[in-house]
């Protein structure tokens, strides 16, 4: 019994030195147990830092992406074509710790090694704008360039006098015009 006590002291002693050296950036699927230390210490989700408001939540991470966009300009880097998930971390003063990424199936193919200097450097110049008691995270999609987001307050073609639209129903050619 005591040597099976000592061995998960030792083995939980050792997971915390792999989430001390994990690398800032990382590619998702590497550094495993880390990563599980990571999420575990990163519990609590943007959302529940931006007080379950999904607007408020949407645009701080909006703010980070739009930041990332610019930082890639100011760096001359080319972020065009590139579509990622993000697994963010930040600390509680909005501070990012780590960024795990994978690119999509469908993303621009751009050389790894340099996109994950290219983050380093947005990590270590960015800071979300939020405070927050905890250590939160995001799991999100990104896509460059950004396009704007919709207000919704477009203007929406409508029919007159309040008529089904009828451009999509097949028509025999006999219809009153």
């Known amino acids: 019994m005591k040597t099976f006590l000592i061995a998960i002291i030792l083995g939980l002693s050792s997971i915390g030195t792999m989430a001390q050296n994990l690398p800032k950036v990382f590619l998702l699927g590497e550094h495993e147990a880390a990563f599980e230390q990571l999420t575990i210490k990163h519990s609590e989700m943007l959302l529940s830092a931006c007080g379950d408001d999904m607007t408020t939540a949407f645009k701080k991470w ?39 990424y994978y690119l999509k199936p469908n993303s621009r193919n751009i050389d790894r090694e340099q996109f994950q ?25 990104a896509a460059f360039p950004l396009t704007p987001p919709r207000t919704g307050l477009d203007e929406v073609k409508k029919k007159e006098g309040g008529q089904l639209a009828t451009e999509n129903i097949p028509t025999t050619g006999n219809e009153e015009k």
């Open 62 to 100: 909006q703010d980070m992406l739009l930041g990332m966009e610019a930082h890639a300009l100011e760096m001359n880097y080319d972020l065009k074509g590139s579509k990622m998930w993000l697994n963010v971390f930040w600390a509680s003063s909005g501070q990012i710790k780590h960024i795990a």
């Open 117 to 141: 200097l290219f983050l380093i450097s947005f990590i270590n110049q960015y800071t979300l704008p939020l405070d927050y008691n905890k250590n939160y995270s995001h799991y999100g999609s």
